[in-house]
């Protein structure tokens, strides 16, 4: 595999999505959700019009999340219910799927994802987290529904639950290593 670049983000974007495994997804849930919610919610609200470099961003996000999450363990993770569990499996199973028909199928992953987050953005623009909640929603569920775009309700439903598990965490008081305030 050749070093990424911005020429080159397939490789290690197709290394990301067969690589990720079940025991890796609460990191790689957290790791998009943490980034992709500084992102929209860093700097106050993303300003229309929207485009698609914003949809590369959310992309770049996802990609890098999963070929992170297998070198980071959260130290806190939400129970794993049966529906939570199931739309894991069908992230791993679909990003096994994408990956396994190479490029092209990086390009359909990548042109599924890309007009969902325009149209998600700008749905939600007076509301940054709400822009947050459903582009992990339609990330993980573009991932999820595989190359032949079929996606069980209940694992949809446990994208959410995902989603809604991680958020009350984070309301519990769960900050991640990388934004602990250091004090003297």
Same mark, same amino acid.
């Given at each position: 595999?050749?070093?990424?670049?911005?020429? @080159? $983000?397939?490789?290690?974007? +197709?290394?990301?999505?067969? !690589?990720?495994?079940?025991?890796?997804?609460?990191? #790689?849930?957290?790791?998009?959700?943490?980034?992709?919610?500084?992102? +929209?919610? !860093?700097?106050?609200?993303?300003?229309?019009?929207?485009?698609?470099?914003?949809?590369?961003?959310?992309?770049?996000?996802? #990609?890098?999340?999963? *070929? =992170?999450?297998?070198?980071?363990?959260?130290?806190?993770?939400?129970?794993?219910?049966?529906?939570?569990?199931?739309?894991?499996? =069908?992230?791993?199973? !679909?990003?096994?799927?994408?990956?396994?028909?190479?490029?092209?199928?990086?390009?359909?992953?990548? =042109?599924?994802?890309?007009?969902?987050?325009?149209?998600?953005?700008?749905?939600?623009?007076?509301?940054?987290?709400?822009?947050?909640?459903?582009?992990?929603?339609?990330?993980? +569920?573009?991932?999820?529904?595989?190359? *032949? @775009?079929?996606?069980?309700?209940?694992?949809?439903?446990?994208?959410?639950?995902?989603?809604?598990? $991680?958020?009350? +965490? #984070?309301?519990?008081?769960?900050?991640?290593? $990388?934004?602990?305030?250091?004090?003297?």
């Amino acid at each position: 595999m050749s070093e990424p670049t911005e020429a @080159n $983000w397939q490789d290690p974007s +197709l290394h990301a999505l067969a !690589g990720l495994t079940l025991e890796a997804m609460p990191a #790689f849930e957290v790791l998009f959700l943490d980034e992709l919610a500084g992102y +929209l919610m !860093g700097a106050g609200p993303l300003e229309p019009p929207y485009t698609v470099e914003h949809g590369s961003r959310v992309v770049s996000v996802l #990609f890098g999340s999963a *070929l =992170n999450a297998g070198h980071f363990t959260p130290e806190r993770v939400p129970a794993e219910t049966p529906g939570i569990l199931l739309a894991r499996e =069908n992230v791993v199973q !679909g990003a096994h799927a994408f990956a396994g028909k190479g490029v092209d199928g990086l390009a359909q992953l990548v =042109n599924r994802i890309i007009p969902a987050v325009l149209g998600e953005l700008e749905i939600h623009k007076e509301d940054p987290a709400e822009q947050t909640r459903s582009l992990y929603y339609y990330a993980l +569920l573009a991932i999820a529904s595989g190359p *032949l @775009n079929m996606m069980d309700e209940a694992a949809a439903n446990g994208v959410m639950e995902a989603f809604g598990a $991680w958020d009350g +965490l #984070f309301g519990d008081g769960l900050v991640l290593p $990388w934004r602990r305030q250091v004090t003297a």
